[in-house]
């Protein structure tokens, strides 16, 4: 990792991310997403943290959106520490968004960067395991608001910040049971099944234009804090980590690789983090 000539030597300070980027599809030069403004949502913890340490460490500036500030913050230190970046902290409960928080969010941002050139959307509420006959109507209200309702006030409100933007890229971040529902997954399923018809209206709405590429991306089992939750008994050992999806978040915003070409994607797909886990072990 100290050796300098290494593809991944610009990664060195963040271990749990250089292990895999050595077996990147794509040479990703180091500064691939520099001038990039990123907003990740749930960037405290999980999956969220990982993508802002990521795309940070790529130089992009990355807005910290989440629910717990002391988590946020530890986030910012590391990013404003190991990396060259400046993030930004927003606090910020999805439960309680509404339309004026939001339009102060977009506010901020447009005020502060001009453009906004990604949303990813991590954050999220898993609710109980209960069956339908037995759920709680409170719970499902709670995990709409914050998997769906949230989602669309914050692609709403900075719509206007993403169409300044020359290529800007929401992710839409589903699940297995977005896709297929199963038994006692309850408004988790339903919500991810919102989400992913979200991510395919906005993403036919905007593909003539051609500005914003939006996408819903389905993890699968990773090694977070959700997924102890939803599997108790799971060996988190198992399971990959959330660094080990970084490729496919980080190719999603369209960094420039090392020989300074641009990888795109068509607009709309539905991807799968353990689709393309298996691509990248093939090359
Ligand atoms: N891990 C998996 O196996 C798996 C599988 C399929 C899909 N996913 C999806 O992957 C995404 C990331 O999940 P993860 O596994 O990384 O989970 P995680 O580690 O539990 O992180 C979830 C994040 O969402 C934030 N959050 C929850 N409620 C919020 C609210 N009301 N307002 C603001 N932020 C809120 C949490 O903030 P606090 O920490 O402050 O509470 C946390 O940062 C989610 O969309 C999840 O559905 C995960």
Redesign the pocket.
């Given at each position: 990792m100290n050796d300098s000539s290494a593809p991944t030597a610009h990664l060195s300070h963040y271990p749990e991310l250089a292990e895999h980027a050595q077996s990147w599809s794509h040479p990703i030069a180091a500064d691939a997403l520099a001038g990039k403004v990123i907003l990740v949502?749930?960037?405290?913890?999980?999956?969220?943290?990982?993508t802002a340490k990521t795309y940070a460490s790529l130089g992009a500036t990355v807005v910290l959106?989440?629910?717990?500030r002391s988590?946020?913050e530890a986030v910012n230190d590391w990013i404003s520490e190991h990396t060259q970046t400046r993030p930004v902290i927003v606090p910020?409960?999805?439960?309680?968004?509404d339309v004026e928080t939001a339009a102060n969010l977009a506010d901020s941002v447009t005020e502060a960067f001009g453009a906004l050139d990604g949303i990813v959307?991590?954050?999220?509420?898993?609710g109980p395991r209960a069956p339908l006959a037995h759920y709680p109507n409170d719970e499902w209200q709670?995990v709409m608001?914050?998997?769906v309702n949230?989602v669309f006030l914050l692609n709403h409100a900075l719509f206007g910040a993403m169409d300044a933007s020359k290529r800007a890229c929401v992710v839409h971040?589903?699940?297995?049971?977005?896709r297929q529902g199963r038994a006692y997954w309850g408004a988790?399923a339903a919500s991810?099944f919102a989400l992913e018809g979200l991510s395919q209206v906005f993403a036919d709405e905007t593909e003539v234009a051609g500005r914003i590429k939006v996408f819903s991306v389905?993890?699968?089992?990773?090694?977070?804090?959700?997924?102890k939750?939803?599997y108790p008994l799971e060996d988190p050992q198992t399971?990959p980590t959330?660094e080990a999806h970084m490729e496919l978040f980080v190719l999603l915003q369209q960094p420039m690789n090392s020989d300074g070409e641009a990888v795109e994607f068509v607009t709309g797909q539905q991807l799968d983090c353990r689709d393309w886990l298996g691509k990248v072990q093939i090359v």
């Amino acid at each position: 990792m100290n050796d300098s000539s290494a593809p991944t030597a610009h990664l060195s300070h963040y271990p749990e991310l250089a292990e895999h980027a050595q077996s990147w599809s794509h040479p990703i030069a180091a500064d691939a997403l520099a001038g990039k403004v990123i907003l990740v949502t749930g960037a405290g913890a999980g999956l969220g943290a990982a993508t802002a340490k990521t795309y940070a460490s790529l130089g992009a500036t990355v807005v910290l959106l989440g629910r717990t500030r002391s988590k946020l913050e530890a986030v910012n230190d590391w990013i404003s520490e190991h990396t060259q970046t400046r993030p930004v902290i927003v606090p910020c409960d999805l439960e309680k968004l509404d339309v004026e928080t939001a339009a102060n969010l977009a506010d901020s941002v447009t005020e502060a960067f001009g453009a906004l050139d990604g949303i990813v959307h991590h954050a999220s509420r898993l609710g109980p395991r209960a069956p339908l006959a037995h759920y709680p109507n409170d719970e499902w209200q709670r995990v709409m608001q914050t998997n769906v309702n949230a989602v669309f006030l914050l692609n709403h409100a900075l719509f206007g910040a993403m169409d300044a933007s020359k290529r800007a890229c929401v992710v839409h971040t589903s699940s297995t049971v977005g896709r297929q529902g199963r038994a006692y997954w309850g408004a988790y399923a339903a919500s991810k099944f919102a989400l992913e018809g979200l991510s395919q209206v906005f993403a036919d709405e905007t593909e003539v234009a051609g500005r914003i590429k939006v996408f819903s991306v389905n993890p699968g089992g990773t090694r977070t804090a959700m997924r102890k939750a939803a599997y108790p008994l799971e060996d988190p050992q198992t399971l990959p980590t959330p660094e080990a999806h970084m490729e496919l978040f980080v190719l999603l915003q369209q960094p420039m690789n090392s020989d300074g070409e641009a990888v795109e994607f068509v607009t709309g797909q539905q991807l799968d983090c353990r689709d393309w886990l298996g691509k990248v072990q093939i090359v």
